[in-house]
């Protein structure tokens, strides 16, 4: 019995210094720096809706008013001589026209209050089909002011908006 009684014993006390009398460390707060990747705990928050105008991507390639644009973005751009509205889509990152295969997007202006369709006018190498970018023409477009509205469409089946809003 002796054997089992030590056993016991060995058992007991290798389970106490393993595991410890200690409290469990607490959690590192520390900020990530540069040279650390940021972590679970030290990543910022995820804002409340992927669409909300708390940023600015300041003037798109076309220096026209950039929206988001499901998956891409838009960018909506007035020649006022011409009395035409182009929307240009992009990508991510707004390097690089996104060709899409849709037969026409739908531009509705806030004031004056109207709609417009947005003809697909492909670039030169876009494939048959697709385009990056789409034009309406409106006599209101030949007003000088800025404008705000929205851009909807469906693409692949899914439907996609993006508001915008010329800033002066």
Request: without cysteine; proline residues 5%; aromatic residues 8%.
């Given at each position: 019995m002796r054997f089992s009684q030590w056993t016991c014993f060995g058992v007991v006390a290798a389970g106490v210094f393993l595991g410890g009398c200690n409290p469990p460390a607490a959690p590192d707060t520390?900020?990530?720096?540069?040279d650390t990747k940021p972590t679970a705990d030290t990543k910022p928050a995820p804002k409340k809706d992927?669409?909300?105008d708390?940023?600015?991507h300041g003037a798109g390639p076309h220096k026209g008013t950039i929206l988001e644009f499901g998956k891409y973005h838009g960018e909506f751009?007035?020649?006022?001589d011409t009395?035409?509205?182009t929307v240009y889509i992009l990508s991510g990152n707004l390097k690089k026209a996104v060709p899409i295969d849709v037969e026409k997007l739908l531009l509705s202006i806030d004031s004056p209050k109207f709609q417009v369709d947005l003809m697909p006018m492909p670039m030169d190498g876009e494939a048959k089909g697709?385009?990056?970018?789409?034009?309406?023409?409106?006599?209101?477009?030949?007003?000088?002011q800025e404008f705000a509205g929205t851009v909807s469409g469906?693409?692949?089946g899914k439907p996609v908006t993006g508001d915008?809003?010329?800033?002066?």
């Open positions: 520390k900020p990530a720096t540069a992927d669409h909300d708390d940023h600015d751009v007035v020649d006022h009395k035409e509205a697709s385009a990056s970018r789409f034009v309406a023409k409106h006599d209101n477009f030949g007003k000088k469906e693409i692949q915008f809003k010329e800033k002066p």
